[in-house]
């Protein structure tokens, strides 16, 4: 259910207008902090006895674009939201990016459990209470290739050689 709801809150994110961007040199690492500010106050509920629950996480990570972690998600439970901002200190080590687009974001999402008596499983929906996120590019430089005068060079050491041995 975690990874469904990660990959979802991707999606979210990659058409929103709070997506940001950040460009980084292949080998660097990445060290950010990403606030979110929540519109509404929520309170937890794990009494569980009357057949309902509501829990609220800040969740936080790095993703290539397909939902994949990169770095271990992280989940904070929280026992109350107010109208505030909170944030998401995120960190990859140098290198640990490859070449590529990664996305960092810091979600506070609320849960809500409901006991399907009949089922005797819990149905849960999601919502999300505020989200940040920030588009990573992973850049290398280019293959290099030789400046037009080596050629020049090495066609000229040629002709040496080819007039030395009478070619």
């Known amino acids: 259910m975690m990874k469904k709801m990660l990959f979802s809150l991707l999606a979210m994110l990659l058409v929103s207008s709070i997506v940001l961007g950040t460009q980084i040199k292949y080998g660097e690492g990445y060290s950010k902090i990403l606030s979110v500010t929540s519109d509404t106050e929520i309170t937890a509920d794990k009494d569980y006895y009357d057949g309902k629950v509501t829990y609220i996480y800040k969740i936080y990570g790095v993703y290539d674009i397909i939902g994949n972690e990169i770095i271990p998600t992280k989940q904070e439970e ?52 505020a989200a940040s996120a920030d588009k990573i590019e992973v850049v290398s430089p280019t ?12 066609q000229a050491i040629i002709n040496f050689f080819k007039s030395l041995f009478g070619f």
């Open 143 to 154: 293959p290099p290739k030789p400046p037009s005068i080596l050629v020049q060079i090495i």
């Open 78 to 129: 929280m026992s109350y939201v107010s109208k505030n901002t909170y944030t998401c200190n995120i960190y990859v080590e140098p290198g640990k990016l490859k070449e590529g687009k990664y996305i960092a974001m810091c979600s506070i999402i609320k849960l809500d459990g409901t006991y399907d008596y009949t089922s005797k499983k819990w149905d849960w929906t999601w919502e999300k209470v």
